[in-house]
């Protein structure tokens, strides 16, 4: 799995949007970005994934770039709640099983 | 639905003495993996298990080892504690094993005196 970049921290202004970048310069055609957060005291929670298109769900939006070596995870209306180490994953999908490499992650704090 | 259950949530041992955690996985889901969270390495790997066969392991020693009943729920056990291994161990659980989207319970927290 290729290898991932995160700046290790990051504030953000509750109700703001919060854009989490990464960078997977290394990643292969057939490698999915996944982001995940953790809680403190928590278990990890998916939030979304991505091959090369553009996504977006109920949490947040994945913005992929066209030559696939960097992401930005948008969280559009960031709250207290959101306060949470966020990690960028690269991986393959339909690879024989389901191992994630977990990086440093993002610690995201949302100050009022 | 039930999520991913881990018992017990927290466990006290001393050096030397062995302990087993459990996972149940989200109801429908055949895929269970272990991972153990620490301050200093992060969130590491150990091992995947799919239809009671051990798919994937990760760089952990002997001493970590884990198994998985007909019904999907998984236990791991480790043996001969050292200090080292506090930590929070966390179990995912994923429908099938390709399945794109893991689920993660709350962990167990170990702390090893």
């Known amino acids: 799995d290729a290898k991932t970049t995160q700046p290790p921290s990051m504030d953000c202004a509750e109700g703001r949007a919060a854009n989490l970048p990464c960078n997977h310069s290394?990643?292969?055609?057939?490698?999915?970005v996944y982001w995940y957060r953790q809680i403190h005291s928590q278990g990890p929670q998916y939030i979304i994934h991505?091959?090369?298109n553009n996504e977006t769900n109920e949490m947040a939006s994945l913005i992929i770039t066209e030559d696939r070596k960097s992401s930005t995870l948008i969280l559009p209306h960031a709250t207290l709640r959101d306060t949470a180490v966020y990690y960028c994953?690269?991986?393959?999908?339909?690879?024989?099983?389901?191992?994630?490499?977990f990086g440093g992650g993002t610690r995201v704090l949302v100050k009022p | 639905k039930a999520g991913v259950t881990q018992t017990p949530r927290y466990l006290i041992k001393t050096r030397g003495q062995q302990v087993t955690l459990s996972c149940s996985p989200i109801?429908?889901?055949?895929?269970v993996s272990w991972y153990q969270q620490t301050p200093g390495q992060g969130l590491q790997f150990l091992f995947e298990?799919?239809?009671?066969?051990?798919?994937n392991k990760g760089n952990f020693p002997g001493r970590f080892s884990g198994r998985q009943f007909s019904n999907s729920r998984s236990e791991m056990n480790v043996s001969t504690l050292e200090l080292g291994d506090s930590a929070l161990y966390l179990c995912?659980?994923?429908?099938?094993?390709?399945?794109?989207?893991?689920?993660f319970g709350p962990g167990t927290r170990l702390l090893v005196l």
């Open positions: 995912a659980s994923s429908l099938a094993e390709l399945a794109e989207t893991q689920y």
């Open positions: 290394t990643i292969s055609g057939n490698e999915y």
């Open positions: 991505g091959l090369k």
């Open positions: 994953i690269v991986r393959v999908e339909g690879a024989a099983g389901n191992k994630l490499t």
């Open positions: 109801s429908g889901h055949r895929s």
């Open positions: 298990y799919f239809s009671e066969t051990q798919r």
